[in-house]
């Protein structure tokens, strides 16, 4: 990865993230069913059954790649093991959460940019939670001891973490294809995604 100190004008890696990522960022979150009203205890435990289908081996993924560059925190930021809380509140032993499918087809993360457009991804997602945690909550009762934890994933500390977050990325000189690669990774993430829910049958 090189500086990009030659090409000034050039937008930043947040920049071109949020402008490669926009359209499918919307159109994944109008198809989750958060706010369906169909929505009931036994769909919202599918879709976490899901989530985890996903995140597993992401998370794998990214943090047995090594490349994920220094000054990212992934204990702290990990969030498979929550899921695995939130299934277990939901009913499943620990048997039941291995057999559980997961993703295959994920997004190659065979660079440090591919790996932080994947991460901006999932670590966007926790600010898109707080939203879903409120109405979790108003709508099935749900909370961190029942089901609901890994919507408030990081909890008080979600603005924070998102600003930390930004605040990484920013110190990270990247090139311009080292940027694109990043945006690449970021949209392959989303759509790697939606593809999952889908083919598990949890999205409207």
Not at 12 to 37: I, M, Q
Not at 40 to 66: C, H, N, T, V
Not at 109 to 124: I, K, M, Q, R, S
């Amino acid at each position: 990865m090189h500086s990009q100190a030659h090409d000034a004008s050039a937008p930043s890696l947040l920049e071109a993230l949020r402008a490669g990522t926009a359209l499918l960022h919307v159109a994944l979150e109008k198809r989750l069913p958060f706010f369906s009203e169909h929505l009931d205890a036994d769909g919202y435990k599918r879709l976490i059954q899901a989530y985890y289908g996903f995140y597993r081996p992401m998370e794998a993924a990214l943090y047995d790649s090594d490349l994920i560059p220094e000054g990212f925190d992934q204990v702290m930021r990990v969030k498979t093991p929550t899921l695995v809380t939130d299934l277990h509140a939901l009913g499943l032993n620990e048997d039941a959460i291995n057999a559980l499918p997961r993703c295959s087809n994920l997004p190659p993360l065979d660079t440090p940019a591919a790996c932080l457009g994947a991460l901006y991804v999932l670590e966007g997602a926790t600010l898109g939670g707080q939203v879903l945690r409120r109405e979790m909550a108003q709508r099935l009762g749900l909370d961190a001891e029942n089901g609901g934890a890994f919507l408030n994933v990081y909890g008080a500390e979600t603005g924070r973490r998102w600003k930390d977050f930004l605040d990484y990325l920013g110190r990270l000189p990247l090139d311009t294809p080292a940027k694109q690669r990043g945006v690449d990774a970021a949209r392959s993430t989303f759509s790697c995604f939606e593809q999952w829910l889908d083919g598990q049958q949890v999205l409207l």
